[in-house]
């Protein structure tokens, strides 16, 4: 296809069911499907972990709007990353980022890392830390790009050849910029992984991950990771991400256009020492200038951003890593300052998001 990126949210993955004509694409719920004789199902589908026509019609949306040919849906976000992780020998070596999301950290640290992983997290915004580090016996270097929750911006082309050069894969947390915004997969990157309960389902009600590649060997791998470990997604959270990706780009749009307002307000508050916003998406972190015991008390303070982990839906949250969403990387490389507060921008009015912050931050 070559419609825009605003055309494809709408249609990917679905177009009119052919036996009822019905417009969105129906939850089937069946378990387990008839068989004409032994191992030969009657469809394409014989039993629901394995495949599923709702999951199915989210898989191939996925992968329409990542540009890739395999598109995967997962329990989580970390489970669609647990998967990819799982593709790799037990003792590879690794390279993530130094401010990772605190539940990639932890899976790579305390999870596979028990069982013989070996890694390295390293700033990959840094050039010199990116030669120094993805060297001969890396298999795989994980990005995201944004950071979360310091929103630094990693260059993906480059850091794509850096990982091919010595043969490792280059996976991408798309996330934070969404199809909308970045396609890794066209930078050069092998895997992208999403946590779909994030901006895909963008209503903060469904919890599911996602995993887009287009090497056919290696989808043949996590296709038989994720039927084999079998951390799949109900058919209702399927349709639910589904649903949400209808209205992606036109969420996105306004999400970003309330961060830069809200950045540059920010920028104006005296109580404010750092904004850190890479210029797109809708995600703002700052530093209160009043240190750590400010920080957490600005948000208590808000009243339109309710307090709570998460991001990427339609209300705003605001959020302090250091003791929320980044406690299990606390005394690790990836330690987040104190002062810290990430703030995940809605649809609302910005004039009454800035008016909030405003009040909140005096
Ligand atoms: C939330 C998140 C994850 C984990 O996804 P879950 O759906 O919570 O399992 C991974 N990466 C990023 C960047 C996230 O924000």
Redesign the pocket.
């Known amino acids: 296809m070559t419609e825009s990126i605003e055309t494809k949210v709408v249609h990917a993955g679905f177009g009119t069911d052919p036996t009822t004509g019905a417009v969105v694409p129906p939850i089937h719920l069946a378990t387990t499907y008839a068989q004409n004789s032994p191992a030969s199902p009657v469809g394409d589908f014989e039993y629901s972990r394995s495949g599923n026509p709702t999951r199915q019609v989210l898989e191939n949306a996925l992968a329409e709007l990542e540009g890739g040919r395999h598109g995967f849906a997962f ?7 647990d998967v990819v992780l799982r593709t790799l020998p037990s003792d590879a070596r690794i390279v993530i980022p130094h401010d ?2 605190g ?2 950290f932890r899976l790579v640290a305390r999870v596979h890392a028990e069982h013989g992983l070996g890694f390295s997290a390293v700033d990959l915004g840094d050039p010199r830390a990116v030669e120094d580090s993805i060297t001969d016996g890396v298999s795989m270097v994980w990005c ?1 790009s944004p ?2 929750p310091t929103l630094a911006t990693v260059d993906i082309a480059a850091v794509a050849g850096a990982a091919h050069a010595v043969g490792a894969l280059l996976v991408v ?1 798309n ?2 910029a969404t199809p909308v915004l970045q396609q890794p997969l066209a930078l050069g990157a092998d895997v992208v ?6 901006y895909l389902g963008g209503h903060s009600d469904v ?3 996602a995993v887009v590649v287009n090497d056919d060997a290696l989808a043949d791998k996590i296709r038989f990771l994720q039927n084999a470990a079998g951390a799949v997604p109900a058919p209702f959270d399927c349709w639910l991400v589904l649903r949400g990706i209808r209205t992606l780009a036109i969420r996105v749009e306004r999400q970003q256009e309330n961060a830069r307002a809200i950045a540059a307000a920010l920028e104006a508050n005296p109580n404010v020492s750092k904004v850190l916003y890479p210029g797109f998406g809708g995600m703002v972190s700052f530093l209160h200038a009043g240190g750590e015991a400010a920080a957490v008390a600005a948000c208590q303070r808000t009243r339109l951003f309710t307090l709570a ?4 839906a339609v209300e705003s949250l605001i959020e302090h890593p250091a003791l929320m ?1 980044h406690a299990s990387v606390a005394g690790t490389t990836n330690e987040v300052d104190p002062s810290l507060v990430r703030l995940s921008c809605g649809i609302e009015a910005v004039a009454d998001l800035i008016a909030d912050l405003e009040q909140a931050l005096t």
Request: aromatic share 6%.
């Open positions: 329990a989580s976000g970390l489970a669609a990353e990772a999301y539940g990639t995201e950071t979360n947390d996330t934070f992984v999403h946590s779909s309960t994030k919890v599911g991950g982990e998460s991001l990427g969403t």
